[in-house]
Structure formats: structure tokens, C-alpha cells
């Protein structure tokens, strides 16, 4: 049985489109006909697994939770999110997931069979929730927390809009001053029987230097980080080696551990909410972090709390993000709310990681600024000059 993707009309004459099962295309024509809807197009549906970004992830969640509330089932829920007008990406995913669950699967194991992207996180909090039987909650718990996440990108994209807007500017007036305005005023220096003096022809040399420089250093580092990319690809160990020396780099590595702290604190709090056992809670809180090296640590970390060692001791000892998170997890535990405790932990690191991304933006945006224009000052006083003292002997 295939699936396929139809667009066509109503008997009515109103457009209709949406996913139909079918033996092949012509069975899938037959059966749109016999349901009175002639398609002017069926196509089969892509195998290849579509990943579903953050933000189509929480959506998909919050309609979840808002049919299962409203009393629907849950393959009746997942029906209707595949009929017409649905997300092509989305339907694509949730087609083999709602089939599954007909096998008798459990949701989560179907989401994670289907590739949709999610995390290992999210499915554990899923399978919680359908042991518990509060999969609506556990839904809105997972949308809150994605859209939290993407947020915080979001905001972070939008300020480097102008400091990446400046410095694309100063390329192209660097590539215009050196390309066409030194050429040309050479060229008309020339003519009138003049060279540019040793002073601008040092300026302009040092000018054309700094750019191919610059160039350079640019696709030397791409270059080095595309090669680096695909060593870590191959080899978890060098994958694991960089991550650790990305958190003692200085200024950076602060950076890192803060954002792996709040995506920590916060998936921690999802799953405890969600009823996870907590050293379950640990290992997947640690692969949420993205850096391998943390992953390891926290896992050591959850082995010494499942020795019985409180879970605030055991994560004092992961160093890159215990400073953010100790102190509100023993409140937790003492107050018997460690799931809210890690929230507020999660928040805070959340804000201090934004403010130093901020700052360091706003530092980068006068910084070109500055570079720029002293680069332009530069070759247009050793262009100017000469034409300066060419038009005052003429005159």
C-alpha cells in the first residue's frame, strides 16, 4: 500500500487536495473518483525522511494536545492532521506514525521509527506521558519548552541582522574602491602625465594586501572547519575532544556552558513533569546539550545518582555547567520542586547566555563600523591627494 499526494475539485467545483492509500496511481484515481472528487493530480509520496524543524515540531504538538483535549483519539487526531490543507512535511511524518499505531505500536516508538527529527528527549517525555495517560499535558509541556528554544535563536538572528549587514557593506566598498575608483584614477593620473605618489601607492598596496588576506583567512577557516566537521563526523572521539576544548576556550567556552546549562536545566524539568525517572532524566538531559563531552560527564554523573548520591551533588561535579544550576537544585530538592527549580535555573542561564551574545554584538557592530570606514578614509586620501595637487598646479 502507497500513499499519495492528490490536488483536484469537488463535485461542487471547490478545491480539494490531501493524502489518499492506494495500491498504485490509477487505484488512487479511482478511489478519489468514487468519493466524488476528480484529481487533476496525484503524486506518490517521498519515502526519504523529513526532518521537522522546532518550530513545526511545537505546532504539531499544540494541535495534538488541542484534539486529544477535545476527545478525539489519538489515530483519529493524527487522521485529521494528515487530511486536506495539512503541512506536506508534517503529513509525510505522521502517515507511517498513524499506521503504526493501527499495528498496536506505542506513539513514541513510531516517532522515533518515522526520523521525524525529534529529539531523544522528547520521544522519552512522549512515552512517559502515554504511560501516564496525560498526553495532552505532556504536549503543551513539549510546545512551551521548542518554542522557548527557537525564541531565544530567533531574537539572537535578529540582532546580528545589522552588524552582518555592515560588514557585507564594507566588502563591497572595499571590492569598489580597489576594483573600479584606484584603477580608474590611476589610469586618469596617467593621462595628465602623473603616477600616484610613494606614500598612496603604499597605502593602496597595504589596502589591496589587507583584502586578499582577509579573503584568505576567510576560506582558510571555512575550509578548516568543513574539514574538521567531517573528522568529527567519522571519529566520536575527536568529535568529543573538540567539544571539550570549545568549553575551556576562554570567553567562549563560557559562553557554550551557559546555553548547554539552560538547555539542560530546561529538558531535566520536561521529562521530571513528565514523570521520567530521574536518572533516565539525567542521561537524556545530557544529550540535549549538543556537546558530547557534557553528555559523557552528565551519564557519570546519573550513575553516581543512581548509586544513591543526591542529584545536585552528582551535577556539582560536571564543571561547565554546575555554576548555573547547584544552587536551584538543591532548593528543588529540599523544597520537594525540583521540576520548577530547574525552570527558573534553565531561565536565568537562558537570559545571562542572550545578554553576553548581546553584548558581544554590540561590541562587533562599531567595531566594523570603525574598520570600515578607517579603510576607506585610507585609500580615498591616497587616491584624492594626487588629484588634490594635480588640480592646484593646473589652476
Not at 551519564?299 to 553516581?304: K, Q
Not at 548555573?324 to 545571562?352: F, H, I, K, N, Y
Request: aromatic share 4%; hydrophobic share 50%; with cysteine.
Amino acid at each position: 500500500m502507497a500513499t499519495f499526494r492528490y490536488r483536484g475539485y469537488s463535485a461542487e467545483g471547490t478545491r480539494r487536495q490531501g493524502y489518499i492509500e492506494a495500491e498504485s496511481a490509477k487505484l488512487a484515481l479511482r478511489a478519489l473518483a468514487a468519493e466524488g472528487v476528480f484529481a487533476e493530480q496525484v503524486t506518490p509520496v517521498s519515502s526519504r525522511g523529513e526532518k521537522l524543524r522546532k518550530s513545526r515540531r511545537a505546532a504539531l504538538y499544540r494541535e495534538l494536545a488541542a484534539l486529544l483535549e477535545a476527545g478525539l483519539t489519538l489515530e483519529h487526531a493524527l487522521s485529521l492532521l494528515i487530511g486536506e490543507g495539512a503541512n506536506r512535511d508534517t503529513a509525510s511524518i505522521l502517515m507511517p506514525v498513524r499506521d503504526a499505531l493501527r499495528e498496536g505500536q506505542s506513539l513514541a516508538a513510531a516517532l522515533k521509527a518515522a526520523d521525524s527529527g525529534m529529539a531523544d528527549f522528547e520521544t522519552a517525555a512522549i512515552a512517559a506521558a502515554e504511560r501516564t495517560a496525560s498526553l495532552p499535558r505532556m504536549f503543551m509541556q513539549l510546545a512551551e519548552h521548542l518554542e522557548t528554544s527557537d525564541e531565544a535563536l530567533e531574537r539572537l538572528r535578529s540582532a546580528a541582522i545589522y552588524p552582518t549587514f555592515v560588514l557585507l557593506l564594507g566588502i563591497g566598498v572595499a571590492v569598489l574602491l580597489l576594483g573600479v575608483l584606484v584603477p580608474r584614477a590611476q589610469a586618469a593620473l596617467a593621462a595628465g602625465g602623473m603616477t600616484l605618489p610613494a606614500a598612496s601607492l603604499l597605502v593602496v598596496r597595504g589596502a589591496r594586501l589587507a583584502a586578499l588576506l582577509g579573503a584568505a583567512a576567510v576560506l582558510l577557516l571555512g575550509a578548516t572547519g568543513v574539514a574538521v566537521s567531517a573528522l568529527c563526523q567519522r571519529d566520536p572521539e575527536r568529535r568529543r575532544g573538540l567539544h571539550r576544548r570549545l568549553l575551556q576556550l576562554p570567553g567562549i567556552g563560557r559562553l557554550v556552558a551557559r546555553l548547554a546549562a539552560a538547555r539542560f536545566a530546561s529538558t531535566l524539568a520536561v521529562l521530571s513533569k513528565a514523570d521520567v525517572p530521574l536518572v533516565d532524566g539525567l542521561v537524556l538531559a545530557g544529550q540535549a546539550t549538543g556537546n558530547l563531552y557534557l553528555k559523557e560527564r552528565v551519564a557519570e554523573a546519573a550513575e553516581e545518582v543512581r548509586q544513591g548520591e543526591a542529584p545536585s551533588q552528582a551535577v556539582e561535579r560536571v564543571k561547565a555547567i554546575s555554576p548555573w544550576l547547584t544552587e536551584w537544585m538543591r532548593v528543588g530538592e529540599a523544597g520537594g520542586c525540583l521540576d520548577a527549580m530547574l525552570l527558573v535555573a534553565a531561565q536565568r542561564a537562558q537570559s545571562g547566555w542572550e545578554k553576553a551574545m548581546s553584548r558581544l554584538l554590540t561590541l562587533f557592530e562599531p567595531l566594523v563600523l570603525v574598520c570600515v570606514g578607517l579603510f576607506v578614509l585610507a585609500v580615498a586620501l591616497a587616491v584624492l591627494l594626487p588629484v588634490t595637487s594635480l588640480t592646484r598646479a593646473i589652476g
